[in-house]
């Protein structure tokens, strides 16, 4: 009997604890939790949204393989921790000749890290392999024949590239190039050793045993299908003292909400956060966000017999409430696009204006004018009811801005019918090469500051021309651009105006958004940086805080 007001309070106890425990858990989403500490001190714990779909430089399509290509390999020039280009393999100033076409190299001294000499023999075999008919790379248009050995009309040996002797690398370009340094920090220009290449054949790039390192980390556990890998410090890399951390885990981390759930119980050290989830860190230290020159667009098949229709294709790029997708579905920092060439990508040389303030907004969200050109395209296509597929990569943020595109495109056109097809990134861009499409939502990171980074790609003979546009006038701006206005930088720049404004007279692409880069980061280390063109996150400048 004399236990018993002792039990009452035990339970008045119990119960008021359970009381505030489902108060505070009803509570916790309107707070952020500050990330529980990663394990190890030189191990920093990532996370992307797309697997590799291949190592080699000269075959990659996604942002995570250029981005892993960019952490074990070097090539001639990088980013440094401030976004300043930098030397990579080269060493001394390079020599350059008058007409600013011919530009010598001398290479450091480096290894591989099988212990072989990286050599500008090894430059020589990469680009020639990315030019090659097979891969066909417009982005080497700049070198000496470097359009003709990609169409197979020249031999690769007449490109403009050629090893002196070891250590000194020569580039022979068919015109003036401002921007080349840039141009060469790109995953498309890195090394390849042609001994080790040549022995593993097709399966170059597919697995990490089929890859071969001179950058400061070596690949590990990847398997060529597999969700996880991990980059790991060479022991072997020219100036490894520079590298203070052991190794990066990554992993493969399509929803976004798993990601943000590991990031907050610590076992991610960085991971980026789309869509309107950033609300939830934004008055957090760990949110960062910047502006990129990341395009979201959709694409249009031209070879389609209903998407080759130019009224459809207005239609559909007239339809699309891009204020609406950014403020509200979003919320990244993105902001509508309405020609090819995003904001602060590239200025007037005449008066230093930005190119997309100065050319003018092409293509705007007009839904009458979109009802307009849809009941051309009704007519010219004797029906009233249009049925397309509309395919996006797998990740909850394209399935999301797809998903948004279907709603749009439905309510505003009245008899469209749009299937959205959810399928892994490198899927989808294998399905637009080879015209398998209707339309397709994706994301284009241009590889340097020229609006031609750009507008190169809708060339007739582009491999990365996926809506398979074909005009001539078009062709010929581009020819001029590269070509007979090369060295006028005034006359260039008009010419790039207008070669958009044919391009999106044609409809031939719908801009929709100019991307944000939003992301969180934990605060182990110092360091971490985010390039502006090509790749996302660079580890090689990370540093434990002590």
């Known amino acids: 009997m004399k236990h018993r007001p002792m039990i009452r309070t035990k339970h008045k106890f119990l119960i008021r604890l359970s009381i505030f425990s ?19 001190q030189k191990t920093f714990e990532a996370a992307t949204s797309q697997n590799l779909d291949t190592l080699d430089p000269a075959a990659y399509t996604g942002t995570t393989s250029s981005e892993t290509i960019q952490q074990i390999n070097e090539g001639l020039y990088r980013y440094n921790v401030k976004n300043k280009i930098v030397p990579g393999m080269v060493t001394g100033a390079s020599k350059v000749n008058r007409a600013k076409t011919v530009y010598t190299f001398t290479l450091r001294k480096a290894k591989w890290q099988n212990g072989q000499a990286v050599t500008a023999q090894d430059f020589v075999y990469g680009i020639r392999r990315k030019v090659s008919p097979k891969y066909a790379s417009s982005m080497s248009d700049i070198l000496k024949n470097g359009k003709a050995v990609r169409l197979n009309q020249k031999p690769a040996t007449a490109l403009g590239v050629k090893a002196i002797n070891t250590h000194t690398l020569q580039v022979t370009l068919e015109h003036p190039v401002p921007y080349i340094r840039q141009f060469f920090t790109n995953s498309h220009f890195m090394p390849v050793n042609e001994k080790f290449a040549k022995k593993v ?84 230290k760990y949110l960062h966000q910047t502006t990129t020159p990341t395009i979201g667009y959709l694409s249009m098949n031209i070879q389609r017999t209903k998407t080759a229709n130019s009224h459809l294709r207005r239609a559909l790029a007239l339809a699309v409430d891009k204020k609406k997708l950014t403020h509200n579905l979003l919320q990244d920092g993105s902001q509508p696009l309405n020609g090819l060439i995003p904001t602060g990508l590239a200025t007037d040389p005449s008066n230093g204006k930005d190119y997309r303030q100065e050319t003018g907004q092409l293509l705007t969200y007009d839904p009458k004018q979109a009802k307009s050109e849809w ?123 207008s070669a958009e404004k044919q391009l999106l007279d044609d409809a031939a692409t719908a801009p929709i958004y100019q991307a944000g880069f939003s992301y969180l980061l934990s605060n182990r280390f110092n360091g971490f940086g985010v390039t502006p063109f090509g790749q996302w996150a660079q580890f090689r400048y990370l540093t434990p805080k002590k």
């Open 201 to 284: 054949g097709k399966k170059f790039g597919t697995a990490a045993k089929y890859t071969l390192s001179n950058g400061p980390f070596i690949l590990k556990g990847w398997n060529g299908t597999n969700d996880s890998w991990v980059l790991q410090k060479s022991p072997t890399y020219y100036d490894k003292q520079a590298i203070k951390i052991n190794k990066v885990n990554v992993q493969v981390v399509k929803e976004t909400s798993t990601a943000m759930n590991l990031f907050d119980d610590g076992e991610l050290d960085y991971t980026t956060i789309p869509d309107n989830n950033v609300q939830k860190y934004q008055h957090s």
């Open 375 to 497: 009941r051309k395209a009704q007519s010219e296509l004797k029906t009233k009811h249009i049925a397309l597929e509309l395919l996006s990569a797998d990740t909850s943020q394209a399935k999301s801005i797809a998903e948004f595109l279907q709603s749009q495109l439905q309510n505003h056109l009245q008899g469209l019918t749009i299937n959205v097809k959810a399928i892994p990134v490198a899927q989808r861009i294998q399905f637009e090469q080879d015209g398998n499409y209707d339309l397709a939502f994706g994301t284009y990171v241009p590889d340097y500051a020229d609006p031609m980074a750009l507008l190169f790609m809708y060339g007739s003979d582009q491999k990365l021309n996926f809506s398979h546009y074909k005009n001539q006038s078009y062709d010929t701006y581009l020819d001029n651009i590269n070509g007979k206005y090369a060295a006028d930088s005034a006359q260039r720049f008009k010419t790039m105006q």
């Open 22 to 40: 489902l108060i505070f858990a009803l509570a916790l989403p309107l707070f952020h939790i500050e990330p529980v500490a990663a394990a190890s």
